[in-house]
């Protein structure tokens, strides 16, 4: 079955978003100074990175947003892999209401929001008047019984204003978020499954992840 990526790539620099740190990836070990601890011929790579978790695609957990959530380490498998997963177009949306989710059925799906800001990644533009969903959409979405909800947007909420309704309303309810996806365009609308799972880290709600869906 089809395997699609729907993250972007880390990179030395990369700025996911304004006023957070960008990753530094660099050598702990180097092939070459690796050479001395070895028999000739012989050479390894030892990486490090310093980052903090809102970096590239990456998956909010509750702890994100409450200090009693789960965190990365309490959430389960079946919460963030193999899910049943629908694709909602929002077209030219900024603010994606209710409405974009009645007469679908989400329950226990992972529902991906599809608004093209992907096409921004590494712009000035990515971060400026970007879609998200409001409240409404948000109480809809718990409501609907939706297991997890993804969006390839700068942020599920509205950043020119400094409340978080979206991420209360859906961490609130124990429902994982999926940030800064791409590649939604090349899903079917529904018949595939979405996995975005991150490490087991204790004390910590947000890492980066490896997202994809497989084609049914």
Known sequence: MPLIDLSH????????????PAPLICDHLSREASRANYDPGTEFQIGRIEMVGNTGTYLDTPFHRYADGEDLSEVGLDRVAALPGIVVQAGDLQAIDADSFRDLDLSGRAVLVHTGWARHWRTDA?????????EAAAVFLVDAGAVLVGIDSHNIDDTRTRSRPAH?????AGIPICEHMRGLELLPDAGFRFTATPPKVKAFGTFPVRAFAEIE
């Open 168 to 172: 209360t309303q859906l961490l609130g």
């Open 9 to 20: 790539t880390i990179e030395d620099g990369l700025i996911t978003y304004k006023g957070l």
């Open 126 to 134: 990515y971060f400026e008047n970007h879609p998200f969903l409001t």
